[in-house]
């Protein structure tokens, strides 16, 4: 998605290497997603899905849902 | 001291092929300058330095280049990198793709294939998905929590 779209950043972080996050996030499960730190998923989504939380994330940001 | 066993090599090499563009990883790590901060030393930066070395001598197209965060603060700031070891995979332009740890396990092979798209500019999602992401009205920050198994 990040290659697709220069809206997108993304970051994979190895919690053994950084555990501050895994308590920061309250990661019980592996791999967890976190959306502009505010949104999160878990596991491995379908696509369409996926895409869902990025639309939610970047509605959240720019205010449109009111939040 | 090679991290990756010639036979791992050999599978790396061999899932390279595929690139026919170049990649710069950009390494971000800090104790190379022989600067340390003590009680924060990064236990994995040189391992993983060491093993960014084996992974980019099994393709022409990957090349390394290594910042240490004493030495070059600016560059650790130009690519928005605020952790170490970090890793920014960067093709014909950066497309804002990191890695922070040691990217060893199944993270390897996860990295070859990051390597691969960032290669070839392009990452294979459906078209409602490219729909979607034309049509964002704002930045998303993905962060992506992993162990490496």
């Given amino acids: ?67 | 001291m090679h991290l990756l066993a010639e036979r791992d090599a050999d599978a790396v090499r061999s899932h390279l092929a595929a690139l026919a563009c170049p990649v710069r990883l950009e390494y971000f790590t800090e104790g190379s300058s022989g600067i340390v901060v003590p009680g924060r030393e990064c236990r994995s930066c040189g391992d993983t330095e060491r093993l960014l070395e084996d992974l980019a001598a099994c393709s022409t197209f990957v090349t390394l280049h290594v910042h240490d965060r004493f030495r070059d603060p600016g560059v650790f700031t130009a690519f928005g990198i605020d952790k170490v070891p970090g890793l920014a995979l960067v093709g014909a332009e950066d497309y804002g793709i990191r890695y922070y740890g040691m990217p060893a396990g199944y993270e390897l092979r996860n990295i070859l294939d990051v390597i691969l798209d960032v290669g070839r500019g392009a990452a294979d999602l459906a078209a409602e998905t490219r729909e979607g992401l034309a049509g964002l009205s704002a930045d998303v920050h993905l962060q992506v929590l992993v162990t490496p198994t």
Avoid: C, H, W
């Fill in chain 1, 1 to 67: 998605m990040a290659i697709a779209s220069p809206r997108i950043r993304a970051d994979i972080v190895d919690l053994t290497e950084f555990p501050d996050l895994a308590a920061r996030y309250a990661v019980q499960g592996v791999p967890k997603t976190i959306l502009n730190d505010r949104l999160y998923f878990e596991g491995v989504l379908p696509e369409p899905e996926v895409m869902a939380a990025v639309s939610k994330a970047a509605q959240t940001s720019s205010g449109k849902d009111g939040a």
